[in-house]
T-cell receptor
Framework: SQTIHQWPATLVQPVGSPLSLECTVE??????LYWYRQAAGRGLQLLFY??????ISSEVPQNLSASRPQDRQFILSSKKLLLSDSGFYLC?????????????FGSGTQLSVL | QKEVEQDPGPLSVPEGAIVSLNCTYS??????FMWYRQYSRKGPELLMY????GNKEDGRFTAQVDKSSKYISLFIRDSQPSDSATYLC?????????????FGSGTRLSIRP
């Protein structure tokens, strides 16, 4: 069966520090991968998605970047964190080549920038 | 106008009540409709998944889609305190790009023992 791993679960970082969040998917190949951010009491904002290795699409301009160095690995990064980067970050995946897009989420990372 | 509208709540009901959660949408191209349950500080969990119009039942949960009215619902029968969570509706157009799963903002549900 397919599983998605996301870490760390909680992260407290000072303003101006770098960020690296990692996500890996097991049990499937060539998934579509996504990074979402969820602000407190608000909906999900799609940040990045990737349909293959090295292929990244950005949905909103921001202080963050994403990379996909391997088929089942997706990384969210920042060189210098801002206060506004605080939030709950979620990695997700869907299968490719099918019409029905069932989106499965990781457990999330609560990022606090102080 | 947002593509998907969802009442944020909070909604508080007594244990055992029937809960109705709803979303409206504007894009008639949506064909896949989903409900996610999200507990505090956890990732959303896919609860129900339906294609096009009609009803789908899974245990105490029933998902209903009315494409003519652009309206979807999730019913929870015999609600339990463990159902207390935020419920997110989501929908997609299968012929659009990989990014087009659109979420509602979520409804916070609290079941009182």
């Amino acid at each position: 069966s397919q599983t998605i791993h996301q870490w760390p679960a909680t992260l407290v970082q000072p303003v101006g520090s770098p960020l690296s969040l990692e996500c890996t998917v097991e049990g499937t190949s060539n998934p579509n991968l996504y990074w979402y951010r969820q602000a407190a009491g608000r909906g999900l904002q799609l940040l990045f998605y990737s349909v293959g290795i090295g292929q990244i699409s950005s949905e909103v301009p921001q202080n963050l970047s994403a990379s996909r160095p391997q088929d089942r690995q997706f990384i969210l990064s920042s060189k210098k964190l801002l206060l506004s980067d605080s939030g709950f970050y979620l990695c997700a995946w869907t299968t490719t080549g099918t019409e029905d897009e069932k989106l499965f989420f990781g457990s999330g990372t609560q990022l606090s920038v102080l | 106008q947002k593509e998907v509208e969802q009442d944020p709540g909070p909604l508080s009901v007594p244990e055992g009540a029937i809960v109705s959660l709803n979303c409206t949408y504007s894009n008639s191209a949506f064909q896949y409709f989903m409900w996610y349950r999200q507990y505090s500080r956890k990732g959303p969990e896919l609860l129900m998944y339906t294609y096009s119009s009609g009803n789908k039942e899974d245990g105490r949960f029933t998902a209903q889609v009315d494409k003519s009215s652009k309206y979807i619902s999730l019913f929870i029968r015999d609600s339990q305190p463990s159902d207390s969570a935020t419920y997110l509706c989501a929908m997609s157009d299968p012929y659009s790009s990989a990014s087009k799963i659109i979420f509602g903002s979520g409804t916070r549900l609290s079941i009182r023992p």
